[in-house]
């Protein structure tokens, strides 16, 4: 197996990336913004690993090219000449891997995991591809919506009621089928208990799915005590949605197969699970998750620049994030071609009109993820980053922002707090964007939200459980 391209290159001027979905639209923009902004500001020696994950080698060809196109369009730009930085240079800096994920198909999952973990991923020019000695962010955006269209008649009355962006932020004119379900082992299909042998589609590919796949790479994730300021804690960063409500979620429906609203559900869900991963009321139930699979440490010292500890070692685990990326028009929502461009004008007079939240295009909804991915270690805990749920926003030119975004139950930081003193101006002011009726966090309110979230932490360790002996009866090792 030849080196890999990094190999001579200190570790600390690597950085490894990972986003799934992101053969178009807001994965696409993702990787697009990851590309522009690590060449921009990191050092012009530095190099940026960055892995697209799609559910097929097609897909994954197009996205790779893709990617080549933006980067050498980067790579030409002013900007980075002004750097001082020549093309053929910058070009050489940047690596595309391809790794084919289908959250709904546990077999790509171990497949997935073990080719980052012990084996080997392609990159064009390496034979027998190359290894992964870390990752430091990880962006879990893929996912599906479950809807099948639009109610007119419904989409109508918001618009009169609850106004232009109010309608068009927090819409309830789309339409769902509800108790879509699929099997995640196709290979089980003998099972005899057909309910046991199903989880909820919409769930599986927005939460479950991710939640085994970083279970599965925590070797990659998790830092050595020792590994200093260098290399900093990796960072899990999960993509939400601003539709996200506690009007949707119901934890005795938690694979949300009983609600028409399965995409809000496991959004919900999404939230409660970041937000309360490490507070004490959810730490009892969360703490096995974060324990590496036994089974992952034998190779831990062959990866050069690794941070994977030994199973002897005291670790560190990842830093868990939130974000979402605002409103952006893409196809998760099935319309027919005349009407999405309609979507889209209504999308771009809601930013005229003062909304902070409609981004639009996949490449201002990625500012979020992207800002999260590459911020210094020390900005981020200075902003108390993880008990934020952060959006990208925009302004009236569509200039791209990052903004805190209120969440039910737990407020905009996790805390009761007066707007009156929010320092905040212009668009990331918190008032701006916020939507109607909602109301300000209690203490109360809050210990209920913790309490929530532990019993979903609870019940997703059940089913991690649950699935990874099946997994394991299904010849799949059993920690993916």
Request: hydrophobic content about 40%.
């Given at each position: 197996m030849a080196s890999a391209p990094w190999a001579a290159v200190p570790a600390k001027d690597t950085f490894f990336a990972l986003v799934t979905g992101a053969n178009s639209g807001v994965g696409l923009g993702i990787c697009q913004r990851l590309i522009d902004e690590f060449l921009t500001t990191r050092s012009l020696t530095?190099?940026?690993?960055?892995i697209p994950t799609t559910r097929d080698t097609r897909k994954s060809d197009e996205t790779t090219a893709h990617l080549r196109k933006h980067l050498h369009k980067t790579a030409s730009s002013a900007k980075l000449q002004a750097r001082g930085a020549t093309l053929e240079a910058t070009l050489s800096r940047v690596h595309i891997l391809s790794l084919q994920l289908d959250l709904c198909n546990f077999t790509t999952i171990h497949r997935a995991?073990?080719?980052?973990?012990?084996?080997?991923?392609?990159?064009?020019?390496?034979?027998?591809?190359?290894?992964?000695?870390?990752?430091d962010a990880v962006i879990f955006n893929a996912g599906i919506g479950g809807w099948t269209g639009v109610n007119w008649l419904k989409l109508v009355h918001n618009l009169f009621t609850a106004g232009w962006i109010q309608a068009t932020t927090w819409p309830t004119f789309k339409v769902a089928n509800a108790g879509a379900t699929v099997n995640p082992l196709p290979q089980n299909r003998d099972d005899k208990d057909k309910e046991k042998a199903v989880v909820g589609q919409v769930f599986c590919a927005n939460v479950f799915g991710h939640y085994l796949f970083a279970h599965a790479i925590l070797p990659l994730l998790s830092r050595r005590q020792d590994s200093g300021a260098d290399i900093p804690p990796g960072r899990l960063i999960w993509e939400g949605s601003i539709e996200a409500a506690n009007e949707h979620f119901r934890a005795d429906d938690l694979q949300a197969v009983r609600t028409r609203a399965a995409y809000e559900s496991t959004k919900r869900l999404t939230d409660l699970l970041v937000l309360t991963a490490d507070l004490p009321g959810?730490?009892?139930?969360?703490?096995?998750?974060?324990?590496?699979?036994?089974?992952?440490?034998?190779?831990?010292?062959?990866?050069?620049?690794t941070a994977l500890p030994p199973a002897a070692a005291a670790t560190i685990k990842p830093k868990v994030y939130l974000c979402h990326p605002g409103i952006v028009v893409t196809t998760i929502l099935p319309l027919p071609f005349v009407l999405q461009y309609l979507w889209t004008f209504a999308a771009y007079v809601a930013r005229w009109i003062g909304s902070p939240w409609h981004t639009n295009t996949s490449y201002n909804a990625a500012a979020a993820m992207v800002w999260l991915a590459l911020a210094a270690q020390g900005a981020l805990d200075g902003a108390g980053a993880g008990a934020v749920k952060w959006g990208s926003a925009c302004d009236i030119r569509g200039n791209a922002l990052v903004k805190k975004t209120e969440v039910d139950g737990w407020g905009w930081e996790g805390k009761v707090e007066d707007l009156k003193d929010d320092k905040a101006t212009g668009a990331l002011r918190k008032i701006k964007g916020r939507k109607s009726g909602a109301q300000a966090v209690t203490e109360e309110k809050r210990v209920e939200f913790e309490e929530t979230g532990a019993l979903c932490w609870r019940?997703?360790?059940?089913?991690?459980?649950?699935?990874?002996?099946?997994?394991?009866?299904?010849g799949l090792d059993g920690h993916a």
């Amino acid at each position: 197996m030849a080196s890999a391209p990094w190999a001579a290159v200190p570790a600390k001027d690597t950085f490894f990336a990972l986003v799934t979905g992101a053969n178009s639209g807001v994965g696409l923009g993702i990787c697009q913004r990851l590309i522009d902004e690590f060449l921009t500001t990191r050092s012009l020696t530095s190099h940026l690993v960055l892995i697209p994950t799609t559910r097929d080698t097609r897909k994954s060809d197009e996205t790779t090219a893709h990617l080549r196109k933006h980067l050498h369009k980067t790579a030409s730009s002013a900007k980075l000449q002004a750097r001082g930085a020549t093309l053929e240079a910058t070009l050489s800096r940047v690596h595309i891997l391809s790794l084919q994920l289908d959250l709904c198909n546990f077999t790509t999952i171990h497949r997935a995991a073990a080719q980052l973990v012990d084996g080997t991923v392609s990159l064009d020019g390496v034979e027998g591809g190359v290894r992964i000695p870390r990752l430091d962010a990880v962006i879990f955006n893929a996912g599906i919506g479950g809807w099948t269209g639009v109610n007119w008649l419904k989409l109508v009355h918001n618009l009169f009621t609850a106004g232009w962006i109010q309608a068009t932020t927090w819409p309830t004119f789309k339409v769902a089928n509800a108790g879509a379900t699929v099997n995640p082992l196709p290979q089980n299909r003998d099972d005899k208990d057909k309910e046991k042998a199903v989880v909820g589609q919409v769930f599986c590919a927005n939460v479950f799915g991710h939640y085994l796949f970083a279970h599965a790479i925590l070797p990659l994730l998790s830092r050595r005590q020792d590994s200093g300021a260098d290399i900093p804690p990796g960072r899990l960063i999960w993509e939400g949605s601003i539709e996200a409500a506690n009007e949707h979620f119901r934890a005795d429906d938690l694979q949300a197969v009983r609600t028409r609203a399965a995409y809000e559900s496991t959004k919900r869900l999404t939230d409660l699970l970041v937000l309360t991963a490490d507070l004490p009321g959810a730490r009892a139930h969360s703490a096995p998750y974060w324990r590496l699979p036994e089974d992952n440490n034998n190779n831990a010292e062959g990866k050069k620049g690794t941070a994977l500890p030994p199973a002897a070692a005291a670790t560190i685990k990842p830093k868990v994030y939130l974000c979402h990326p605002g409103i952006v028009v893409t196809t998760i929502l099935p319309l027919p071609f005349v009407l999405q461009y309609l979507w889209t004008f209504a999308a771009y007079v809601a930013r005229w009109i003062g909304s902070p939240w409609h981004t639009n295009t996949s490449y201002n909804a990625a500012a979020a993820m992207v800002w999260l991915a590459l911020a210094a270690q020390g900005a981020l805990d200075g902003a108390g980053a993880g008990a934020v749920k952060w959006g990208s926003a925009c302004d009236i030119r569509g200039n791209a922002l990052v903004k805190k975004t209120e969440v039910d139950g737990w407020g905009w930081e996790g805390k009761v707090e007066d707007l009156k003193d929010d320092k905040a101006t212009g668009a990331l002011r918190k008032i701006k964007g916020r939507k109607s009726g909602a109301q300000a966090v209690t203490e109360e309110k809050r210990v209920e939200f913790e309490e929530t979230g532990a019993l979903c932490w609870r019940e997703m360790e059940k089913l991690r459980v649950e699935w990874e002996a099946r997994m394991k009866e299904a010849g799949l090792d059993g920690h993916a």
